[in-house]
């Protein structure tokens, strides 16, 4: 099984990004991990991060006929604002884990929304990098429930 793992605007600067909210860990370190654990549990893991909506949006269409069997999301700022996020997500109907390294909820008004949650199967915030390994985790278990028993 594949899956593919997303990450919006900013997420670039991980490491250096604002340190005390989002950690010293940078994508690359954080993604090369969840590969190997990925890797452990006979999964395949495809990453991608993007500063600019209409890229994500087609990655994540691309996702649909490309035998992804769920997705991790991290779309940065994109979650408070982007309707258009929101629909390619509904659109291509595959589990989706929103992941924020941050607890928005405990955070700025603006940021205690999110418009992709309610076409999420799940939301996991506030735990800093290891967010990424425990929606690997409940990704790949729903995924494992859908699958037809053989
Ligand atoms: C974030 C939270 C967002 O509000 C912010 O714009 C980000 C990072 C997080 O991972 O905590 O870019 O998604």
């Known amino acids: 099984m594949k899956i593919l793992v ?7 600067l991980l490491g250096t990004r ?4 989002y950690g010293r860990e940078t994508l690359a370190q954080i993604m090369q991990r969840l590969t ?3 890797a452990l549990q006979g999964m395949t893991l495809e990453a991608f991060q ?3 909506e209409g890229e994500l949006i087609d990655r994540i269409h691309q996702a649909s006929h490309d035998n992804v069997a769920g997705l991790i999301f991290n779309p940065g ?10 629909d390619a997500i509904a659109g291509v109907a ?3 884990v929103e992941v924020h390294l941050s607890n928005i909820h405990a955070r700025e008004e603006f940021r205690q929304k999110s418009l992709i949650a309610p ?8 735990f800093g990098a290891l967010g990424y390994e425990l929606a690997l985790t409940a990704l790949i278990s729903h995924c494992r429930k859908e699958q037809p028993a053989t």
């Not at 604002?18 to 909210?21: L, S």
């Not at 700022?77 to 929101?86: K, Q």
């Not at 076409?119 to 506030?126: E, N």
């Open 50 to 52: 993007s500063n600019h």
């Open 119 to 126: 076409v999420s199967t799940g939301q996991i915030c506030g």
């Open 94 to 96: 595959l589990p989706t």
């Open 77 to 86: 700022a994109y979650t408070h604002t982007s309707v258009a996020l929101r």
């Open 18 to 21: 604002e340190p005390g909210i």
């Open 36 to 38: 190997e654990i990925a």
């Open 6 to 12: 997303l990450n919006g605007p900013n997420l670039n």
